[in-house]
């Protein structure tokens, strides 16, 4: 477990980072223009985003073309910089007075190919294999978690849909992420804690002096008993039902899906997305956390008992570099998930209640 490695080098902590453009080391020729580096690191298909602000005042500073790609490490002095990825220029800004240069750049491999609409259908296949023949197609190294990757998938279209799309909708559908990350498309868990390499993610520990501020919700407002989802039985021409977890206080999804299994993994990922929705976590850290990225898994002590008692894990990291040295503002939830109780319907049962086809 990682507790915070800079503490005890706190008095003498100064931030630093390197950047390459298209290769070439822009750090020495920038570093006294910096005046502040963001970086915002997302879960799922939301685009990590790196935003630089430099100082223009002697009109010496070079435009960077767009398409141009910054590579990041950031940290602090005399410790090892961690690698925060490659991003691609795509916004630049000059404004005055007084002159500045803004760059924003995204994640350098989410790439045009992927949002491109197509039709195909898929048919007798598994994630794992819908997962490579799509990355396949845009030249990435396909990662499906094993847990994920032999799961069978009976028939489902992809009707003018971008890869990206359907992607994200197949992610969603099995509690899953699909994201692109350093020449890698991968499937993963929503709730594992491994890299896009597979490398598990070491656990980190954050006290409430490492912050200065805090933010925690609990909340039981969606506090379903259960997810009910449908699906269309062909054998008996009408549609049936399947619960997660228990009757009572249910949501029901408004898709009717093709097969038992598919919504059966559809219930069970809404009931999971409701249990780590119930409690956040939001830190603001004086003493930046660059190490922490997306699925990082969390404890934290010196808060309330309920707080320090639950495992986290990181879902947006921001982290900032200015004027007040280097923080991170880090967003959390519940790495827990509920008991996974299933009860199916038979055919005459609550499905025939409310509409079924027959």
């Known amino acids: 477990m990682a507790t915070n490695p800079y503490m005890d080098r706190a008095p003498y902590r100064a931030p630093d980072f390197a950047l390459t453009i298209d290769g070439r080391d822009i750090t020495p020729s920038i570093d006294a223009r910096l005046e502040s580096l963001s970086l915002s690191e997302c879960r799922g298909n939301e685009s990590d985003q790196l935003d630089l602000v430099l100082n223009d005042s002697d009109g010496a500073v070079r435009l960077p073309p767009r398409g141009a790609e910054i590579a990041l490490r950031l940290g602090w002095a005399g410790q090892t910089l961690i690698d925060k990825g490659l991003f691609t220029v795509d916004e630049v800004e000059h404004s005055g007075s007084p002159d500045q240069v803004h760059i924003r750049a995204r994640a350098a491999d989410m790439r045009k190919s992927l949002r491109i609409r197509r039709d195909q259908s898929w048919h007798g296949t598994t994630l794992g294999d819908i997962v490579g023949a799509i990355a396949k197609r845009h030249e990435l190294q396909g990662r499906v978690d ?164 639950t495992a986290w894990l990181v879902v947006k990291v921001h982290h900032h570099l200015g004027d007040g040295g280097l923080t991170t503002r880090v967003e959390l939830e519940t790495g827990a998930v509920p008991d996974d109780t299933t009860q199916e319907d038979d055919a005459t049962g609550d499905s025939s209640s409310i509409g079924s086809d027959d």
Not at 264 to 282: D, F, P
């Open 146 to 309: 094993a847990a994920l990757s032999s799961v069978k998938i009976g028939h489902i279209d992809q009707t003018g849909e971008s890869d990206l799309h359907f992607l994200t909708r197949l992610a969603t559908q099995h509690d899953a992420v699909a994201t692109v990350k350093k020449e890698r498309l991968v499937f993963l868990p929503i709730n594992g804690t491994r890299s896009s390499s597979g490398q598990a993610l070491a656990k980190v520990t954050i006290s409430r002096d490492d912050g200065d501020q805090h933010r925690f919700h609990i909340s039981d407002r969606d506090s379903y008993s259960g997810v009910r989802a449908y699906w269309h039985d062909a054998g008996r021409a009408r549609r049936r039902g399947v619960l997660v977890g228990k009757k009572g206080h249910e949501k029901r999804l408004k898709d009717t899906y093709g097969s038992e299994a598919d919504a059966l993994a559809a219930a069970r990922a809404e009931m999971n997305r409701i249990a780590r929705g119930a409690a956040t976590l939001e830190l603001t850290l004086a003493l930046g956390r660059p190490e922490l990225m997306p699925q990082t898994p969390v404890t934290v002590k010196g808060f309330k008992s309920d707080v320090d008692g």
